[in-house]
Nanobody, 125 residues
Framework: QVQLVESGGGLVQAGGSLRLSCTAS????????LAWFRRAPAKERQFVAA????????LYGDSVKGRFTTSKDNAKNTAYLQANNLKPEDTAVYYC??????????????????WGQGTQVTVSS
């Protein structure tokens, strides 16, 4: 089992920034990818970003490219999502997810084995 705990959400004005954290604990051996998804009210869950467990590769959703950056502190088993130039449409609950084993389509939420509880991000206009 892998436990994921997110933190760092909050209320910010448009154009502002937030840094979300996702700390993994438990049996993390075999985890290959940590990803960020978000879900806005009445919308489907959306892929935001992903990073390999080693931190060597990243992938971003089109809506956040150039504004969001994901990174990982391997010593702390923690992934970060630095969200800059936030827009009202970024308002959502942000979830961290862990994928065990290998997979190529990181965009697909059904591939992820473990999920955090989510953290709310609200961007006011």
């Amino acid at each position: 089992q892998v436990q994921l705990v997110e933190s760092g959400g909050g209320l910010v004005q448009a154009g502002g920034s937030l840094r979300l954290s996702c700390t993994a604990s438990g049996v993390t051996w075999g985890t290959s990818v940590l990803a960020w998804f978000r879900r806005a009210p009445a919308k489907e869950r959306q892929f935001v970003a992903a990073i390999t467990w080693s931190g060597s590769s990243t992938l971003y959703g089109d809506s956040v490219k150039g504004r969001f950056t994901t990174s990982k502190d391997n010593a702390k088993n923690t992934a970060y999502l630095q969200a800059n130039n936030l827009k009202p449409e970024d308002t959502a609950v942000y979830y961290c997810a862990a994928l065990r084993g290998s997979a190529t389509n990181w965009y697909n939420p059904s591939l992820y084995n473990y999920w955090g509880q989510g953290t709310q991000v609200t961007v006011s206009s």
